[in-house]
């Protein structure tokens, strides 16, 4: 769909799963084939809160949703510590500098080894303003596989703005549906 259509298709969507749906297939378009949305409304300075309680949305398939959500490698993934304290869209390119400057953790590492093996190589994340303290929503938009960082960057120089406006408006809508 064209932007228009999207967004009046968003706003009028009566279900998270249409609306998901949709975004999974608008994202594509763009090149972000994997997607990992979260948001919770629990959060203090030391936790996201309950994981029972967080709204978790994913077209990424089973294994992958175990080893990173299930098993909590999420807990040390350098692009959720980047969304928890910021908001916009960052490009994953910083995971690579982390890399390469060799600054992260051990577990951050793994994290980084898991999506490696997982084919999560390139993509951007999308940290969502927030209306207090205690909410925190994020978008983890993958690329396809085989694209490089630099592909996803020219990409996101193109349409960037356009990618983090549909976003935030289905993250806007997502909230009050059942």
């Known amino acids: 769909m064209n932007l228009t259509d999207y967004l009046h298709f968003v706003t009028r969507a009566g279900s998270l799963e249409e609306l998901w749906a949709a975004h999974?297939?608008?994202?594509?378009?763009?090149?972000?084939?994997?997607?990992?949305?979260?948001?919770?409304?629990?959060?203090?300075?030391?936790?996201?809160?309950?994981?029972?309680?967080?709204?978790?949305?994913?077209?990424?398939?089973?294994?992958?949703?175990?080893?990173?959500?299930?098993?909590?490698?999420?807990?040390h993934a350098p692009m959720l510590h980047w969304a928890l304290n910021n908001e916009g869209a960052a490009s994953w390119r910083m995971i690579e500098q982390m890399r390469d400057s060799r600054t992260m953790t051990g577990n951050e590492r793994k994290?980084?080894?898991?999506?490696?093996?997982?084919?999560?190589?390139?993509?951007?994340?999308?940290?969502?303003?927030?209306?207090?303290?205690?909410?925190?929503?994020?978008?983890?938009?993958?690329?396809?596989?085989?694209?490089?960082?630099?592909?996803?960057?020219?990409?996101?120089?193109?349409?960037?703005p356009d990618i983090e406006l549909l976003t935030n408006v289905a993250q806007l809508k997502t909230m009050p549906l059942p």
């Open 24 to 75: 999974v297939e608008q994202m594509a378009g763009y090149g972000f084939d994997r997607l990992i949305y979260g948001n919770t409304v629990y959060r203090t300075p030391t936790s996201l809160g309950d994981p029972d309680d967080f709204i978790i949305l994913s077209n990424h398939g089973k294994e992958y949703l175990d080893g990173f959500l299930h098993s909590g490698l999420y807990h």
């Open 111 to 160: 994290v980084y080894e898991f999506n490696q093996r997982m084919g999560m190589k390139a993509g951007y994340t999308v940290s969502f303003r927030s209306v207090s303290f205690r909410s925190k929503g994020a978008i983890s938009l993958a690329a396809r596989a085989g694209m490089s960082q630099d592909q996803v960057d020219a990409i996101w120089a193109r349409m960037g």
